[in-house]
C-alpha cells in the first residue's frame, strides 16, 4: 500500500470517529450520563459482550451512557439509581 492509499484512509477513519462521536468531535457542551437511556438508546458503554451505541438491553442501565447536556446529568431520573438520578460514573442498579 502507498503512503498516499494509506493517508487517505487513515483520514477516512479519524472523520468517521469524531462523527460517531460527539465527545471525540470536540462537543464541551455535553456530558456521559450513565442510567438515564432506555434500551437500544444508548450512546455506548453498556457492558462487557455489547458492541457499544445502541446495546442497552433494559431502560436506565447502570453502565449504559448517554450524551446530555453538560451540568444535567444529576437532575436527569433515573429509576435504577441509587439517588433516582443519572450518575456521572456506571453505577450498580438498585432493585
Known sequence: MNQKMTSAA????L???LAASPALAGDKDKEKCYGVAK???NDCA???GTSCAGSSEK????NAWKYV????CTQM???TSPTGKGQLQPFEEKS
Open 15 to 17: 472523520s468517521a470517529a
Open 59 to 62: 431502560d436506565y442501565q447502570g
Open 77 to 79: 431520573e433515573s429509576p
Open 46 to 48: 453498556a457492558g462487557p
Open 39 to 41: 434500551a437500544g438508546k
Open 69 to 72: 447536556p453538560k451540568g444535567t
Open 10 to 13: 487513515l483520514a477516512l477513519a
